[in-house]
DNA sequence: AATAATTTTTAGACTTATCTAAATTTGTTT
DNA sequence: AAACAAATTTAGATAAGTCTAAAAATTATT
């Protein structure tokens, strides 16, 4: 038996470590969890005895095959649940995360193969991040960081690092949007902002938003 | 902030009180929630302590107004996800109650507001069990149970008081479901087993059958 | 290479929910 | 009213997950 805790310490270990492949701190680890290094010590013992994680003292953390499995079905579970609320239910892209953190750990195989089936096979949730299939293979983007953008390049927004309820909500005010058409018009090298041009007007974003915002050439 | 244990204690008391109107034992607890008598203690004293219930040692439980409010609100996300899990996902009636043992303890006003009205506001779940308002008001169905109907007279099945898979797939297999009309061909004193004519067949139900169907007059 | 700073682990304590075994209270018989 | 039986509570332990404070290992700096 797997517990909610140790579910979620899984996850956050695989976004740590872009999505398995690099090693984790302990600190790193109590840091994304808001708790301590001790606490976080303990728990990574816990999954390695159980085998969900490779474990040297001092040396940090990686997931098993059977770590990373269990994280990349937490991420689907997550990514329809965030689906089913905004497509179904009315909720706006800033308010599903908090409740699909918690829809994420219910466990039935047939619940989540029936909601999937039930929202299309959805591919990607409402942030843009790919929603891994039964297999648990993701469907790639290619994507790059608004900061990288060519000035007079057409480009579409696809996608948001932050997902925060703070960034969402200033994207929906200055009218950015998943599907949102961006063209740079130009990148100020004194404080690294950037001048877009978007349906009707030109704004200028920040670095942090810059570097938040996912486009895609078309 | 209220325990997923608590809410779980708080529901078994109102169903063992009769809805809240009556008094319950330790030990009546105790079996309900699979644990034993010290372990229902020690949550009573809790549930006390929190004015969810009221308490006096050695005299049973009541569940308070707050209590009771808790229960109802417990009910009414565990059979609205129980409504959606038979309508969007393709669960059948005996398959649900276990997921929405989990669902229910989601907490999010707005999901469940939502939800309700993505159902366009179900009344009753799939067996049958009346589904509280947003302000817990219940909507009564006068219903009698197939024990005590009379010979002769038409009812249509409106619900089952035992929900356990045996119990849900006797019916299937037996061609019961919601709505079926029933009627009663002869009471056979010995074994109080009753014959009932369905719609193509007759057949004859044991007394265990008959006391856990609900019907009602049409 | 020695020392200092940082990171990580250990030790011991706390909370929630559970258990077993013993003690207490209540209810029922004689 | 005393004795017995049943129900309930208390006492003391355990496991999961957390914390603080101290110890140990690693990394960085001189
Ligand atoms: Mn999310
Ligand atoms: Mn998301
Ligand atoms: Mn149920
Ligand atoms: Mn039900």
Redesign the interface.
Known sequence: MITLTEENYIKAIYHLSNNGTENVNTNAIAEAMSTKASSATDMIKKLSEKNYADYKKYQGVTLTEKGKRVAVNIIRKHRLWEVF?VE????TWD?VH??AE??EH???D??ID??DA?LEHPTHDPHGDPIPDKNGNFQHIDKIVLAKANIGVAYKCVGVDDTSTAFLQYLDSNGIALGTMITVIHKEPYDNSVKIQLKDTEIVVSQSVAKNLYLKKV
Do not use: A, D, R
């Open positions: 609320l179904k239910l009315n909720f308010e908090e409740v918690h829809l219910i466990k039935s047939k619940l029936e909601l039930f």
